[in-house]
Structure formats: C-alpha cells, structure tokens
C-alpha cells in the first residue's frame, strides 16, 4: 500500500512538471543548511529568498520556482543532489554554494548539461582560470581576491613584520597566497593550524613572542571567532594589529564574538553600510523580513538572484535558452548592493574591495564600518589563463 | 618565557580533555558502551551554560547548574535508552549512539538556531595575569588549570578512596564479579552514566567562553578523547589522567617548537608544509608506539598505584597475583 502511494505521488509531481509552462523560471539553490558550517548557508537561502519575495516571485518577470537543497556539507550528497535539480527539477540555474569543495562537485553536473552555474560564494581559483567554462559565472569574488585586499591594505598602512595565520587546507594555502600577492614587507611566520582546531592557545603564544606589527588570520566561522576571543583574553598589547577578511569578521560571527572583535579591520566588497539605494532597499528588507542585519552571504545571495532577474529580462524572459540565457548574463548591467559591478572576461567580478572595521552601531549592534577602499576595480589573478570566452 | 606559556597551555588543554575523556573512559571500561554521543554531551554543557548564564546573568550559577543540570539529562538518558545498550554488541551501540549524535545536533538547531550563542568570560577573569618578567598569561586559562586540577583530584579521591569508586574500580575490571557480590550494577551505571555527563558538560561549559558555542563542538574533541581512553587504559581514570597529559603535551608542544626544530634542518619551503602536518600527526603517532608496547593501554583498569604494573616492583608472587585494585598500599 506505501508503495503504491509513494507511486501515486512520483507521478503526480511528474504530471505538476509536465504542465509547469514554457516560461517558468526554476533556480536551484543548494548550500549547507545543516550541521555546524550551516550559519553562512542559512544567511545565504534568507537572502536568495528574499530578493524573489521583493521581484513578487518573479524573476526575470518569469513565474518563478526556488528550489533549495541543503548539500549537508558533503561533496558526495552534494554531488547527488545536483544531478536531482538538474535532471529531475530541471533548473536552468544552479546558485547558492558556499564552499569551494562542494562546487568543484556539483558545479559540472550543472555545466555537462549545458545549464548554468551562478557562484554566489565560493571562487575556486580552477574555475576562474584554465577550467573556466561559458557557463560558470560568479557574482561574488574570485578566493584569492579578499586576501589580495587585505595584502594590499597591510603593504599601505606601511607594516613591516605581519604573521599569517590560515587553516592547513587548499583554502588557506590560498589565502596566505592571496596576501602576499600584494604585501611586500616580512612575513614573519605563516601558521597553518589544523582544519577545525578550536583552541589557538600555542599559536597565540607564537604571536606574543614574534611581536608582529599585524596579524593577518583567515579562519572561517567558529575557528575565527575562537581565536579572537582567545586572542583578546591571552592580552596581548594592542601594538599588533588585527586583521581579517570578511570570512571571520561579519554578521554571521559577531552575535558569537561579541565585544572581542570590536577594533578588528578586515577587508571585503560589502558592508551593511555600503551608501547606495539597493544596498539600503537590501539592508531594510532582510531587517525587516528577518529580524537582523544581514552577512555578506545573504547579499551575495541577493545579487545573485537580481543578476538572473536583469538577464532574464535581457534574454526576453525565455529562461529556457541557455546560450541567450549565457550572453546576457555575460554583459549584465543589474543594480548591485555592492555599487558598481561588472564581470571580467573570465566571468568573475571586476570590482572595489574596502577596508572596515567592527564598529557598534546607533542601536548598540555590531557592523563592518567601511573605512576607506583598498582595490580599486580589481580583478583576479588567473583571468589570463581562461581560454574559454 | 616562550616555554612557560606553551607548558601552562598544554597543561590547561590536557586538564580539560582528562574532564572530557574521564567519563568516556569510565563508560567504556565499565559498561563496555562505546558512546559516540559523549561529544554531544559536552556541546549540551556548553549550550546550557551559556543559556543559563544569559538567563541569570551570573556565570557561577549557570556554570553550577549546567553541571547539575548535564548531571540529571545523563541519568535520564542512561535510563532511558543507554541501559536497552549494554547487552548489544558494539555495532549497535555506535550506530545508536551515531544516533543520538544527529538528534542532539539537530535539537540543537531547533531551539537555539544556526548561529552561534554569545557566551563571555566572567568579568573579573577575562584579563590576562602577569605571571614571571613580562609575560602575561590569560586570567580564564589559569582559572581553567586550576579548576582542572581540583576536579581531577577529587575524583581520585573518589575513585581511589570511596566505597562507589571501589564498585567503579572492581566493576572496570570485571563486572560480573561485582554483580555476583551483590552490588546493585544498575543504578551504579546510572550513576557513573551521569557522572561521565556531568564531567563531559563542565569540560564543554568551561571552554565554553574561549570557544564559539556551535553545534557539532563536540566531534573534534572526540577522536582526541577516544586517544586518549586507549592509551590511558581502557576504564581507567587514572590511564586517562595520564594520558590525557601525554596527548595534550604533545600536542600542544609539537604545534608550538615541531616547525620550528625541522626548519634547523630542512628548508623552510618543505617546513611550511611538513611542519602542521606532522603536528597533526604526532598524537597519532604517540598513539601507535604506546599501543606497539602496550596493546592495551599504559594502565590496566582498577589500578590505583602511581605507575603501571609493568613498572612497579613486586614484593612477592604472592602479593602480585591479588585481585587489581589492591595495589593502593
């Protein structure tokens, strides 16, 4: 009899597809909505959703379907995951993915079949230069380029001795890359603590001996507000400056750090204070719809559906042909929060990085108060390498 | 003065993964439970630390009664479910206590949401103290050591010194013995049961403030536990103690100079990528040479001597062919 019903249903959702029409819209989202890494994946459906629910459901002008898929923060499930949107859901869009070692796993399941890959997060360095390919585009950052920031912001406040500290993974490695990319000056020490160590009480011993002018760390999540909170207890002298990127200084870690990451200046492409109409229009919906300030996930989140919403527009609201679907996506011009924006030939952003630091605001909440820009209209390191136009 | 920080804070990590593993080790030896969901354990402690501190806005009191409180959900759990475990084999009890891992995870998220809880340092501890010359040293690690200490001494007191920590020494070395003997096992191991959660919760409400309160806190400290329960003896609080030394050290020592002593040899391109590495490793690796000599542990359970069997010098056949346990004079 169960079996029976399950049937019944199968064909039932089967039929629903068969009669969805020639002009709908359906975006996959898949990011991490559970487990310990699911705070910024959370961020980033709020901010998806909400864009849709500002376009009255219709992006593009296209009655739209959001399907979000938790990818459980693993390659495997993500993988499968994947395939159920883009064969069985048939989504012309695929978005949503935070980390790059899911998107190197589901990302060519959505460009084998000539769909389109839209990264609101993640830019694994592979897919912005040899393996790019005329599907993949990123309304985000190339991974490099937040660090590049930052490497930059260090050589300008002149530091001369900085340690850095990242995880000892492909991501970290690249971050400390990123950074010395553009700091000229000695880099003291580069340590690489475990993937998820929690306690950084011998690093920071390193620290305090070193007496660096900066440290510059890049640890994700819970691993970046544990070590500011141990940081600011261990008393060190405020010599040393703190500095970060937006991976561990922004709304989804604040609530968690409190007052220890006030002071802490990092480097990213957008804040809850960025002065432009969308961005505020942004700000106020996600407060409103949400009941707190929204991380730099959920706009990106928010831009990737507006950047859908303008080429479809551009492409006539035929969401279903991918190639018109491609080129207008290509030459995009939508209403960034983030101010200007536009894609390099290898589709990722060409855009300004800023420095903030942690500020309290009028209201006594935490927010990335933006200082002043570092990069100017940067793009990334490996566009050269992109043959695929 | 590098060398004393790096020593107060081996110390202080092994202290707070000898509270964690203790009850682990008591549950393994003892019921022969292998419980996954003991990580789980610790992350509650953190959360209701952290939710009673905020409710009453006092850390002594939402420490107090996230101990008492960790103390009670273990008793209830035992009798509950963990009891229904014992007589399974080992497969059974990791796939329902995997179990138990996900619903806590999850029931987590439910009630406390993705983000994770804003817990701070009592005031008066959240400086730093100045320990010799100019080296400063964090008020909450030293409070940390401290509390470690006092915790571990009271529970060799316990174990050592008590009529419970007899049933608990006898019971790790064979059960049925002590169930012939009339002791009643079943509310023994709801006892130790709580006690192992109580333990597990304090070691998660202490650290809470120096870590971010998040759900799945209490995976990564597992493994190191399960190490340290392995190495230690299986079942032995004292195993565990020493151990827990043992791998906190060498972890924490191996982070701090292991980089630093290869780049005396090897160059610094090869360090920066065989230095965290091997770091990484050298618990494991301690692992490996202590169980290569002693398969089952440094320490046979219910032993209450300072040094393992092996070490100590006999009086007389005799004496060295009693019971374990009786070793204490």
């Known amino acids: 009899m169960k079996r029976i019903t399950r049937w019944a249903l199968s064909l039932m959702a089967c039929a629903s597809l ?11 989202v898949m990011t991490t909505l559970s487990g310990a890494q699911a705070v910024s994946g959370v961020d980033m459906r709020d901010g998806i959703e909400l864009a849709v629910k500002q376009l009255s459901g219709k992006v593009g002008g296209q009655p739209t379907r959001l399907i979000v898929a938790d990818d459980q923060f693993n390659p495997g499930a993500a993988k499968q995951i994947a395939e159920r949107l883009v064969k069985k859901d048939k989504v012309q869009v695929l978005t949503g993915i935070i980390y790059s070692n899911i998107l190197l796993a589901a990302a ?11 990264s609101s997060n993640a830019g694994p360095s592979q897919y912005a230069g040899a393996q790019c390919d005329s599907g993949f585009f990123s309304v985000s950052w190339q991974n490099d380029a937040v660090h590049e920031a930052a490497g930059k912001y260090a050589q300008d406040k002149d ?60 640890l994700p999540g819970g691993m970046g507000i544990n070590f500011t909170k141990q940081y600011r207890a261990a008393g060190i002298p405020d010599k040393t400056s703190l500095l970060t990127s937006q991976f561990s200084a922004d709304q989804d870690t604040f609530a968690a750090s409190g007052d220890a990451m006030i002071g802490v200046y990092n480097t990213g492409h957008w804040s809850t204070d960025t002065d432009n109409a969308p961005s505020r229009e942004f700000v106020a919906g996600f407060e409103k719809a949400y009941g707190r300030l929204p991380s730099f996930y ?28 491609r080129k207008a996506l290509a030459e995009s011009k939508f209403k960034s929060v983030r101010g200007k924006f536009s894609l390099g030939p290898n589709r990722f952003p060409v855009q300004d990085f800023f420095v903030r630091v942690v500020s309290r605001d009028s209201k006594g909440r935490l927010y990335n108060k933006t200082e002043s820009l570092v990069l100017s209209n940067h793009a990334d390191a490996y566009g050269a390498a992109c043959t695929q136009k | ?34 419980n996954l969901a003991h990580g789980s354990l610790y992350m509650l402690g953190a ?93 909450y690690r030293l409070a940390l050591i401290v509390a470690g200490v006092v915790v571990a001494l009271l529970l060799y007191w316990m174990v050592a010194r008590t009529r419970v920590g007899m049933w608990v020494r006898a019971g790790a070395s064979n ?18 049961f709580a006690l192992g959660a109580a333990l597990s919760g304090l070691a998660g409400a202490a650290l809470a403030p120096l870590m971010s309160v998040q759900v799945g806190m209490g995976e990564e400290v597992l493994i190191l536990a399960f190490v340290i329960v392995v190495v230690g003896g299986v079942g032995s609080v004292r195993g565990a103690f020493i151990a827990a030394l043992l791998v906190g050290m060498v972890d924490s020592l191996g982070r701090a100079w292991l980089p630093g002593l290869l780049g005396t040899v090897l160059p610094p391109a090869i360090v920066s990528d065989l230095g965290p590495a091997l770091a990484s490793m050298s618990v494991y690796l301690l692992m490996i040479v202590v169980l290569a000599f002693r398969p089952m542990g440094l320490f046979s359970p219910g032993a209450t001597s300072l040094w393992p069997k092996w070490l100590r010098v006999r009086p007389s056949p005799m004496l060295a062919g009693s019971a374990p346990g009786s070793a204490s004079s």
């Open chain 1, 18 to 28: 068969a009669t969805a029409g020639a002009t709908e819209l359906r975006i996959g």
């Open chain 1, 108 to 118: 060519p399941v959505a460009l084998e079949n000539g769909n389109i890959y839209l």
């Open chain 1, 159 to 218: 530091y001369k001795r900085v340690i850095l500290v990242a995880p000892n993974y492909p991501a970290g490695r690249d971050a400390t890359t990123g950074f010395k990319r553009f700091f000229k000056g000695e880099v003291v020490e580069e340590l690489y603590p475990k993937l998820g160590q929690l306690d950084f009480a011998v690093e920071i011993a390193r620290l305090r001996e070193q007496k660096p002018d900066a440290v510059y760390f890049f």
């Open chain 1, 298 to 325: 959920a706009s990106q989140g928010y831009d990737a559906i507006m950047m859908i919403d303008a080429a479809v527009r551009a492409a006539g609201g035929n969401a279903d042909d991918p190639v018109a679907l």
């Open chain 2, 1 to 34: 003065m590098l060398w004393i920080e790096q020593l107060l804070n081996g110390l202080q990590y092994s202290l707070m993964l000898f509270l964690f593993a203790a009850g682990l080790t008591l549950v393994f030896g003892i019921m022969n439970l292998v």
């Open chain 2, 47 to 139: 959360y209701a630390a952290a939710a009673l501190t905020t409710y009453s806005g006092s850390y002594v009191m939402g420490l107090l009664g996230a101990l008492l409180f960790m103390g009670a959900f273990g008793a209830v759990l035992e009798i509950v479910l963990i009891r229904r475990l014992y007589r399974q084999d080992h497969l059974t009890q990791v796939l329902a206590t995997f179990a138990l891992i996900l619903i806590f995870n999850e029931s987590v998220r439910i009630v406390w949401g993705v983000q994770p809880l804003p817990y701070d340092m009592p005031a008066a501890l959240s400086g730093s103290v100045p320990i010799v010359g100019d080296l400063r040293y964090s008020a």
């Open chain 2, 175 to 192: 059960r049925e013995m002590v169930q012939m003997m009339g002791v009643n096992v079943r509310w023994l191991f709801t006892a130790i």
